[in-house]
């Protein structure tokens, strides 16, 4: 019961990648930028809490690969975070390729 935890955060931060690369079809309306803007704050919020779970839980030889993952996702994503801020339709395309090909790994790594 106790990897109840672990599977749990796994199970999240499979679904926040996966959320986050569906949203890949934008608009250039002010709703969508938004919208786009609160979800990646909310999904960046859960994703950092589930990996802090599951990085504290992993055995040490897992740290570091999860902890170096973790930090790059992070980073593409803030940088994503940025080109909506800034409401700019090429360079938010450009971040969201960049990210999306950590979320990729991020769902292949999740066990």
Same mark, same amino acid.
């Given at each position: !019961?106790? /990897?109840?935890?672990?599977? =749990?955060?796994?199970? +999240?931060? %499979? $679904?926040?990648?996966? @959320?986050?690369?569906? !949203?890949? *079809? !934008?608009? /250039? @309306? &002010? *709703?969508?930028? @938004?919208?786009?803007? +609160? /979800?990646?704050?909310? %999904?960046?919020?859960?994703?950092?809490? /589930?990996?802090?779970?599951?990085?504290?839980?992993? #055995?040490? *030889?897992? $740290? $570091?690969?999860?902890? *170096?993952?973790?930090?790059?996702?992070?980073?593409?994503?803030?940088?994503? =975070?940025?080109?909506? %801020?800034? +409401?700019?339709? #090429?360079?938010?395309?450009? +971040?969201? %390729? @960049?990210?999306?090909?950590?979320?990729? &790994?991020? !769902?292949?790594?999740? #066990?």
């Amino acid at each position: !019961m106790v /990897d109840m935890g672990s599977r =749990g955060s796994a199970c +999240r931060i %499979k $679904k926040c990648a996966f @959320d986050l690369l569906s !949203m890949s *079809d !934008m608009s /250039d @309306d &002010e *709703d969508s930028w @938004d919208l786009m803007g +609160r /979800d990646l704050r909310l %999904k960046s919020t859960f994703l950092y809490c /589930d990996f802090n779970q599951m990085i504290s839980s992993a #055995p040490n *030889d897992q $740290k $570091k690969t999860l902890t *170096d993952l973790a930090n790059r996702l992070f980073y593409y994503i803030e940088e994503l =975070g940025h080109a909506v %801020k800034i +409401r700019s339709v #090429p360079l938010t395309q450009n +971040r969201y %390729k @960049d990210a999306a090909v950590v979320l990729q &790994e991020v !769902m292949a790594t999740m #066990p």
